[in-house]
């Protein structure tokens, strides 16, 4: 049960929470692929990558490309930007690159229109909302930063495309759902695909208490291995019916999408929770006619143990 607690906590804080945005109530392998579209059950937008022993290198993500299937919209391209709301320091760092080469990134946040993160991000406060201390709790717990704190939303061309607190609560609140009953589900997910391997309870306890300083190494390779099973848990989230913190929030990125892309906005980033992006790649295939045309992954979670720190000499001697 432990097992699946963390995995909860870990899905609902890092691939599909309310976000960024706190605000709410109620790598190395970067080559590029170009692969025909396999089926959409078994579509990546995250992994970890191993070496070839099979131990861990890193958690990465992915940045996939759209472009028209038809050629019906000549010179556009959208990009499905995977995230992790807390990483190295050094993935933000490459994004905040990346994203300046892009007409419009249309970015997830849950906050009232026209609210903008500072730049440097909250100076150090916590969140009030529970996912959102959820995501505090495990940036300090694996040593990451928190993905507020490192990109730049002052950019002029981030556009918000997300829902108010308002429209979240009310959408919640029309479709009977609540964080609690989101949560269990994670936690039932969890528990009906513990025979089929992964993390053990007595793993991450393993971890829990070994020396500080394997401690957050060994963590944070323990909860990557649980992205295997990220598929299953988003099913779980969504239900059969959709929900509000996927389908709903997808909704309404891609009305913002539509309309940018009616203003002329050719090269477009839709920088999201990893856990939104199968949802997203249904719709721009059968809502906008995009295929996909290339791939790449960025290291979101360096996972090579780090080398042991060398003893200062003895000024005594």
Known sequence: ??????????????????????????AADSK???????????EQFMRVRKDRRGQPLSMDTAIVSY???DGSKPDVQVDLVGAIHVGDKAYYDELNKLFESYDVVLYELVAKEGDRIPKGGR?????????????????TLLDLDHQLDCIDYTKENFVHADMSPD?????????????MQMFFRLMGAGLAQQGQGGTSDAAILMALFASPA??????????????????????AIN??????????????????????????????????????????????LKDFQL???GQKWLTAWSLIKPEPKAKEPDSKK
């Open 1 to 26: 049960m432990f097992r699946q607690w963390l995995l909860a906590a870990l899905l609902a804080g890092l691939v599909s929470s309310i976000g960024i945005g706190q605000e709410a109530q109620p």
């Open 32 to 42: 590029e692929t170009t692969a025909a579209k396999p089926p959409l059950a078994t």
């Open 67 to 69: 472009v028209s299937a």
């Open 123 to 139: 100076q150090g406060k916590a969140s009030g909302h529970p996912i959102g201390a959820m995501q505090d709790g495990l940036k």
């Open 167 to 179: 429209e979240f609560a009310k959408t919640m609140a029309d479709r009977g759902e609540s964080f």
């Open 214 to 235: 394997e401690r957050t190494h060994r963590l944070k390779v323990e909860f990557a291995k649980q992205m295997g099973a990220m598929e299953g848990q988003m099913e």
């Open 239 to 284: 239900g059969e019916d959709g929900s509000t913190i996927i389908t709903e929030r997808n909704k309404k990125a891609f009305a913002v999408l539509d309309r940018e892309l009616k203003a002329g906005k050719k090269k477009i980033a839709v920088f999201y929770g990893a856990g939104h992006l199968p949802d997203m790649e249904e719709r721009l």
């Open 291 to 293: 295929k996909r045309n």
